[in-house]
C-alpha cells in the first residue's frame, strides 16, 4: 500500500514558476517508478514526466521538456516538479503517481494548477 499526498499547487502569471511535492509513505521500498500527470475536466489525464526510484531515469512530455524538471529526494520520500515559464494552457490539476510490482498505479488526491494573468 502505497499513499501519495501532493501540494504546491496554485494561481502564478504566465511565465512564472511553481513547484510541486509529492510525499510518498507506505510500502514506499516497492515504488518502481514515480511521475506526474495532469488533467483538465473532461479530458484524459495524460503524463507530464516520470523519475524512476533507484536510478533516477526522467522522461518528458514534449510540451514539458526544457520547462519542466522533475527530481526525487529519496530520504525525504519526495518527489518534485519543478515547473518553469507556466503558460495558460498548463493550467490543469496535477496529480502524482506510482508504480510498483503489484500495483500499476497509485495517485495522489490532485493539486491545482492555473496561470492566468
Known amino acids: 500500500q502505497v499513499q501519495l499526498v501532493e501540494s504546491g499547487g496554485g494561481l502564478v502569471q504566465p511565465g512564472g514558476s511553481l513547484t510541486l511535492s509529492c510525499v510518498a509513505s507506505?510500502?514506499?521500498?516497492?515504488?518502481?517508478?514515480m511521475g506526474w500527470y495532469r488533467q483538465v475536466p473532461g479530458k484524459q489525464r495524460e503524463v507530464v514526466a516520470t523519475?524512476?526510484?533507484?536510478?533516477?531515469?526522467?522522461m518528458y512530455t514534449d510540451s514539458a521538456k526544457g520547462r519542466f524538471t522533475i527530481s526525487r529526494d529519496n530520504a525525504k520520500n519526495t518527489v518534485y516538479l519543478q515547473m518553469n515559464n507556466l503558460k495558460p494552457e498548463d493550467t490543469a490539476d496535477y496529480y502524482c503517481n506510482a508504480r510498483t510490482a503489484t500495483i500499476p498505479d497509485y495517485w495522489g488526491q490532485g493539486t491545482q494548477v492555473t496561470v492566468s494573468s
Open positions: 507506505g510500502s514506499i521500498f516497492s515504488i518502481y517508478v
Open positions: 523519475i524512476t526510484r533507484r536510478g533516477g531515469r526522467t
